[in-house]
């Protein structure tokens, strides 16, 4: 079995832990990007539902109800 020296294995390991801060900096950014976008689309939905309420509609039981067949 072939040894390596210290300084090597050091470096080696050094190079791996630079790569998977790497990693957890993209995953947070898409982690992030995913909430701001979540947060948009809720926003969007409950600015639409405040229009539609906003309407002075009536809605009666068959409009809230679809048919079956």
Do not use: C, W
Not at 2 to 15: C, G, H, L, Q
Not at 28 to 57: I, M, N, P, V
Request: aromatic share 6%; proline share 3%.
């Amino acid at each position: 079995m072939i040894s390596t020296p210290p300084r090597e294995r050091d470096m080696f390991a050094y190079k791996l832990e630079e790569l998977r801060r790497a990693e957890l900096i993209e995953q947070a950014g898409t982690y992030r990007l995913a909430r701001q976008l979540r947060q948009a689309r809720r926003a969007e939905r409950s600015a639409a539902k405040d229009t539609r309420k906003g309407g002075g509609g009536v809605n009666t039981r068959h409009e809230r109800f679809v048919r079956a067949a």
